[in-house]
């Protein structure tokens, strides 16, 4: 026994440097990477970066490969810095509890998270989270001529904006367009729909059940980022207007027509499955071809041209969403962005605010995009100018035909940063108006009767 | 030596035994508490003291999305919980489960002893298949039926469905469908315990009692009705209050299959209470809907403990 023990010792001492050399040499060998020439982009910015240098900051982001990308170039920031930055993943259905339970408790866990535009108007409210304007008009944080807040996609901004102030930074983002398979469309000669009732008949015309191709599909399961993600545009494209005279409303004719396109394309052309489908089991279907057209985010794109599982790379092409009724399109927007917490000290709110400034930066922009070294492409950079940048933009109409013309489209021209209403109360709302349109859906209620038992239940949300 | 001889010997003669006896058991006594404080210590922190403090918060307004209208409300939100719809048809969602996935828990779990008690070879093998779905984990049996058992024209059990004539159904879009389809997820994983327990019991029933019966020409029948069940009934109680308590407070696998839908056909009352606490963050609305879980759940076995001392 005695002679093994130095042995085992040995092998765990190897074993544990092996280890360890595995996990943090490529971290050191990126470190020492991020000389000063990689550093000069951001040097050139007129701030003192170094200002609170030794601190450090826990960013709650979700595991994305959009985030990915920026946590591998963390020891760049920790070289720019001296902040030393922990980042933690939590899964999108947890992180917004958890990180409202963290802003409640003021504990200060979370210096910034990934934060879901529709929760700004709660952390307005309970004074949570910072305004960044502060920070933005500091000159000794923040050279504006250098950071270009204008650069950043306007429709994000104003997402998360309350009253015109701005309370988290944009870093990833997305749109909804149309995805449609142009060789099926080609062969029927179907043009992508420039309207809702284009939408229908298309889907009619390429609905073939028993070929196991299906004419549409929209996300149907419940929830407040789930149907509730797309039944709000088509809400607005009827003419619906959340704060009719000042009070929220989300029934009447408008509504009820809204509610009845959506249940009549789900179930005469979707799967029925489909009823409970949220988007990447929209987009597996799309990919396996037995999807014909989705409305949905465009940065479903990485998942229906990924080479390893999808059957219809090269079939895809892009338009934007079709118009309503009311001659409008309105399309769903929405954004991961970095607000400032509040409850921190203030040399950490201000760590956090550099941390902000260099992952919204158009330099963080580009290096975590095109100008990465991993396979990963991200679809949603927060900058107009990179949107621009032809190299992004050859990489990004890969995905298909048209993405990049849809997708900067309906940022700049369809969206209505109202599409959903803005209030504290959102999370309660979103959820009653998710679980309406499903029990309209199912079929557990008509669609009138399922609005009016939503409105009733939000009149008092709203009287507080 | 010899002056602590004397001094023991002293006291054995002077202390009467009983008062000995008595200083040494309370010595016990003390080392005893002393030991199990920190258990009682960590338990009260951790089960009493959240629970009173959910009660506690039960009689607050606490709506993290209009905090202006935080405070005291003292029984407000128990009233409106009585004339809350959706809690009355919760309450009921979840009485329908647990009924429900008790009765087939038991029904199915006994038969199943019953059969593999019968079996010459294979019983161990039976047992460790049918343990399975025991071990997984609610979260991962609902992920595995959304996916693969439950779509239409994806999964098994449509699959199945179509092939016996009965066409493609909408499992989980439906709302009788999806109630029925929870309940047998629920069933299907628990039923295995039903049937160890049950078959343990069974293999420690005494057999010259049958012996008897058979020389007294009892059909079979009438042993299983006779003999079988009075002397299993201790057994069916225990595993009916488990499985009561547990099936009420259900949550993992009907929150990953339906999430409470279709709109809110399974949406039992811990769901709603969870949606309402965390989802809208009615905190204090939500606190009373758990006490309100809690008591129902205390009534129930209570009446059940009742049944099960009563001869």
Redesign the interface.
């Known amino acids: 026994m005695t002679s093994f023990k130095p042995t085992r010792r040995t092998l765990i001492k190897t074993g544990t440097a092996a280890a360890a050399l595995a996990t943090f040499g490529p971290t050191l060998l990126r470190q020492a990477a991020a000389q000063d020439a990689d550093l000069a982009p951001y040097k050139s910015a007129k701030i003192d970066w170094q200002q609170v240098s030794g601190e450090t900051i826990t960013v709650a982001v979700i595991p994305a490969s959009y985030f990915e990308n920026l946590i591998t170039l963390a020891p760049q920031f920790k070289a720019l810095t001296g902040i030393d930055v922990r980042f933690e993943k939590i899964p999108p259905a947890q992180i917004r509890q958890k990180s409202v339970i963290d802003l409640t408790s003021k504990t200060g866990t979370y210096a910034t998270h990934a934060a879901d535009p529709m929760y700004y108007a709660l952390y307005a409210a309970n004074k949570w989270v910072e305004p960044l304007d502060t920070y933005l008009k500091d000159k000794s944080l923040t050279d504006e001529a250098w950071f270009k807040l204008d650069d950043i996609i306007p429709a994000w901004r104003s997402a998360n904006g309350i009253d015109g102030k701005l309370y988290g930074m944009p870093y990833d983002g997305e749109v909804t367009i149309q995805v449609y398979r142009k060789d099926l469309y080609d062969a029927k000669g179907l043009k992508p729909a420039d309207t809702l009732e284009a939408y229908m008949s298309n889907a009619a015309a390429l609905n073939t059940p028993n070929d196991r191709v299906w004419g549409a599909a929209l996300r149907g399961v419940a929830g407040a980022g789930q149907n509730m993600y797309i039944y709000p545009s088509i809400f607005r494209e009827f003419g619906g207007d959340w704060m009719k005279g000042g009070k929220l409303t989300v029934n009447g004719p408008e509504a009820e027509a809204a509610l009845a396109w959506y249940v009549d394309i789900m179930k005469k052309y979707a799967p029925t499955a489909a009823a409970n489908w949220n988007w990447p089991d929209i987009a597996d279907a799309f990919s396996q071809g037995t999807v014909a057209s989705y409305i949905d985010a465009h940065s479903s794109a990485s998942v229906i041209n990924n080479p390893e599982k999808s059957k219809v790379i090269g079939k895809v092409a892009y338009a934007r969403w079709p118009k309503g009724p009311s001659g409008k399109r309105t399309t769903s927007i929405w954004n991961w962005g970095f607000p400032i917490n509040s409850a921190l000290p203030e040399k950490k709110r201000k760590a956090t605010w550099l941390f902000i400034q260099w992952a919204a930066s158009a330099e963080t922009q580009a290096r975590t995009a095109h100008r990465f070294g991993g396979p990963t492409k991200r679809s949603g950079v927060n900058r107009t100018s990179v949107w621009k940048d032809p190299d992004y933009i050859k990489l990004m109409n890969g995905f298909g035909e048209n993405f990049v013309e849809a997708t900067m489209g309906a940022l700049q021209d369809d969206t209505d940063v109202d599409w959903r209403p803005r209030v504290p109360q959102w999370p309660a709302i979103g959820d009653t108006m998710a679980t309406a349109i499903q029990s309209a859906l199912s079929g557990q209620a008509t669609i009138k009767a399922a609005l009016d038992d939503a409105q009733r239940r939000i009149e008092p949300m709203m009287r507080g | 030596m010899t002056t602590s001889a004397v001094t023991s010997a002293d006291i054995a003669r002077e202390t009467p035994r009983s008062d000995f006896g008595r200083i040494l058991a309370q010595r016990e006594r003390r080392f005893a508490a002393a030991l199990l404080a920190p258990a009682f210590l960590a338990l009260l922190a951790t089960t009493t003291f959240p629970l009173l403090f959910l009660v506690y918060t039960s009689a607050f307004r606490m709506?993290?999305?209009?905090?202006?209208?935080n405070g005291f409300v003292g029984f407000e939100n128990y009233q409106v919980l009585l004339s809350d719809e959706?809690f009355w048809t919760s309450l009921l969602v979840s009485l329908v489960y647990t009924g429900s996935t008790v009765a087939l828990q038991v029904i199915i779990g006994l038969a199943l002893a019953l059969l593999v008690m019968d079996m010459k070879r294979g019983q161990g093998w039976f047992r460790v298949i049918a343990i399975l779905p025991v071990v997984l984990s609610p979260a991962v049996v609902g992920m595995i039926w959304?996916t693969f058992m439950l779509?239409?024209?994806?999964?098994i059990v449509d699959f199945l469905a179509i092939n016996a004539g009965l066409g493609?159904k909408?499992w989980?879009?439906?709302?009788t469908l999806?109630m029925v389809s929870v309940i047998a997820i629920h069933t299907w994983q628990w039923t295995p315990f039903a049937f160890m327990v049950l078959l343990a019991s069974l293999a420690s029933l005494p057999e010259d009692i049958y012996e008897a019966a058979r020389l007294d020409r009892a059909s079979a029948w009438q042993r299983f009705r006779r003999i079988t069940l009075p002397l299993l009934r201790p057994a069916i109680v225990m595993v009916i209050i488990m499985r009561t308590m547990v099936a009420l407070t259900a949550f993992a696998a009907i929150f990953t299959v339906?999430?409470?839908?279709?709109?809110?056909?399974t949406e039992i009352l811990n769901l709603y209470a969870y949606?309402k606490s965390?989802?809208?963050?009615?905190i204090g609305y939500g606190a009373a809907l758990a006490v309100a879980l809690l008591i129902v759940t205390i009534i129930i076995s209570g009446i059940l403990f009742a049944l099960r001392r009563a001869k």
């Not at chain 2, 339906?258 to 056909?265: D, K, L, Q, S, V």
């Open positions: 709506d993290l999305a209009m905090p202006f209208t959706r959304r779509a239409p024209e994806f999964g493609s909408n989980l879009g439906d709302p999806a339906t999430g409470g839908g279709p709109g809110t056909a949606r965390f989802t809208e963050l009615s």
